[in-house]
């Protein structure tokens, strides 16, 4: 339990700023909060658990913002959190598999998945960004996969008018829900680092609908995630409420600033994000298995700086925009 000012100053601060790309990119954050916790001394399972608490109060702030802008497609929530809700519980299940085996095993195995998952989202997505760039388009990707995986006619078929998606296999929705979900279990973090990018590359979906139909579902699969990780004892319930007392207001200036960012961009930053955190984590367990301090540091700086460093640039596109139509 984290009741030292030491500790909350930094756990309020966090909510806030995590709250400001949680809104933005359409994530909890938990991607960021597990390994922000992990390096605050709490153990992997309590980090996984606590940061899924704080998950479920950001989304309910962001989704009723961001289902104002129109960019909630409710079907496609709904469905996606249907497949989520049964792997939430597979992931939840294997971490506690892993806890009994060794508590190191468990935070080697969540951190590898980090790293290797956020690794290759970063370099993905900040790929095609850029190439979407140079060749001066601004509508939404549309790439070889997406298209093959749109002919997939496995029925029922439905329409979702929302996202500009005539027709697609209800399976397809739900395969890309359970996957989501099992990661989301299992590594403690909403799910949003890769349902995002699998709904605008695989789907179809415009970023800006992607990042707000993530929330929604995230919403509905955080509550059940929360009460089985609470059920288990992995939830530090003072450091949840400290850090959502800085992502309540955090989260409205993200959600804001969505309107005001080109898909490009919006895609580029959500690559350098998860690329970052990636490197993060890395530095925190090449610093726990070789017991060397200066990695740890280097962990939690890197960490700070994506936080600081995309805040920012998010807070200025923002203003950016606001001035030129003063």
Not at 33 to 48: E, R, S, Y
Request: net charge positive.
């Amino acid at each position: 339990m984290i009741l030292d000012i030491f500790a909350v100053v930094p756990l309020i601060l966090m909510g806030f700023l995590v709250g400001i790309l949680s809104g933005f990119f359409g994530f909890g954050g938990g991607f960021i909060i597990t390994p922000f916790l992990f390096t605050l001394g709490l153990p992997m399972n309590v980090a996984v658990g606590t940061s899924i608490a704080q998950i479920m109060g950001t989304s309910v702030i962001a989704t009723m913002r961001h289902r104002t802008l129109r960019h909630v497609d409710v079907k496609l929530g709904l469905i996606t959190t249907a497949g989520a809700i049964v792997g939430v519980e597979i992931g939840a299940q294997l971490m506690e598999s892993l806890k009994r085996i060794s508590p190191k095993v468990l935070d080697l195995s969540v951190s590898s998945v980090y790293i290797v998952l956020l690794g290759f989202i970063s370099v993905f997505m900040s790929l095609e960004a850029w190439r979407s760039k140079r060749r001066g388009k601004t509508e939404k990707p549309r790439s070889k996969i997406s298209k093959g995986i749109r002919r997939i006619r496995i029925p029922p078929l439905i329409s979702l008018s929302e996202s500009g998606i005539s027709s697609i296999s209800i399976w397809l929705i739900v395969s890309l829900g359970f996957v989501t979900g099992v990661t989301a279990g299992f590594v403690g973090a909403g799910g949003g680092f890769l349902q995002v990018p699998l709904l605008i590359y695989l789907i179809g979906c415009r970023t800006t609908v992607a990042v707000g139909t993530n929330l929604f579902g995230m919403l509905i699969a955080s509550i059940y995630a929360c009460f089985s990780h609470a059920v288990k004892g992995n939830v530090d319930i003072f450091s949840a409420v400290y850090m959502l007392i800085g992502s309540a207001v955090g989260t409205q200036l993200g959600v804001s600033a969505t309107r005001h960012v080109t898909e490009e961009n919006l895609r580029f930053a959500f690559g350098a994000c998860v690329g970052s955190i990636a490197l993060s984590v890395a530095f925190e367990t090449a610093s726990r298995v070789f017991h060397v301090p200066l990695l740890g540091f280097l962990s939690q700086a890197t960490l700070v700086l994506t936080v600081f460093s995309l805040s920012s640039f998010i807070v200025i596109q923002a203003l950016q925009f606001s001035k030129k139509f003063r």
